[in-house]
């Protein structure tokens, strides 16, 4: 059964630095999200994207976040300079109408 | 702007025990509304979604209802098993139409003793 790819599965940086969290979309689907959870917490909307480009995104996507589809696979999560309440899972969904599938999350600690 | 509400937070019971795991949401007008299972430290499963024309959707032991009117929905799982154990989210989109982003609630951790 076709499945959601993330990678790396845990990130550890230093406060400042930047990462790229990736993965890879179940292949005939057309939407892709970004969430994240910090722990204990809620899972959150962070970014939608459709038709390569952003379709919607939450007020914690500041001009530190940014996403891309480099190639017909991959959706990317860039971070420019994380902050330590970056610190959180990260999951990355997609679907082909409604019904939304998950990865299985990058977990990033911020140090 | 909408809110999800899951009652219990957390519930343990024996195994082979039927229960029900609620959710509550502040806008009615969604057109789905999504059961997820989330193991610890794993991602999040997919169990049912209901379209907001369906009043109910099963799959195995699980049947998720849903009434809009009163913005509920339940989670009913049959003969629980240790392996039911996880923390089950629900999430809804925030109105009908124009968003594709899920609201979730903060779940109901589920415990089933052997």
């Known amino acids: 059964e076709p499945e959601v790819t993330q990678t790396p599965s845990h990130q550890v940086t230093q406060m400042g630095q930047e990462v790229i969290l990736r993965c890879v979309p179940i292949?005939?689907?057309?939407?892709f999200y970004w969430y994240r959870q910090i722990l204990g917490q809620k899972v959150e909307f962070l970014v939608s994207?459709?038709?390569?480009?952003?379709?919607?995104k939450s007020e914690i996507f500041d001009d530190q976040f940014s996403v891309e589809r480099p190639d017909g696979s991959n959706f990317t999560l860039k971070i420019r300079s994380t902050k330590l309440e970056d610190s959180a899972m990260y999951f990355c969904?997609?679907?082909?109408?409604?019904?939304?599938?998950f990865g299985p999350g990058t977990r990033l600690t911020v140090t | 702007k909408q809110e999800v509400t899951q009652i219990p937070a957390a519930l343990s019971v024996p195994e082979g025990e039927n229960l029900v795991l609620n959710c509550s949401f502040t806008?009615?007008?969604?057109?789905?509304l999504q059961w997820f299972r989330q193991d610890p430290g794993k991602g999040l499963t997919s169990l049912l979604l209901i379209q907001s024309s369906q009043r109910e959707q099963t799959s195995g032991r699980l049947n998720a209802s849903l009434d809009k009117s009163s913005g509920r929905s339940t989670l009913y799982i049959a003969a629980s098993q240790p392996g039911d154990s996880a923390t089950y989210l629900c999430?809804?989109?925030?109105?009908?139409?124009?968003?594709?982003?899920?609201?979730f609630g903060k779940g109901t951790k589920l415990t089933v003793n052997p």
């Open positions: 806008d009615s007008a969604i057109y789905n």
């Open positions: 999430a809804v989109p925030p109105f009908q139409g124009g968003s594709e982003k899920l609201v």
């Open positions: 292949s005939n689907h057309l939407y």
């Open positions: 969904a997609s679907s082909r109408v409604y019904e939304q599938y």
């Open positions: 994207f459709y038709n390569n480009e952003i379709s919607e």
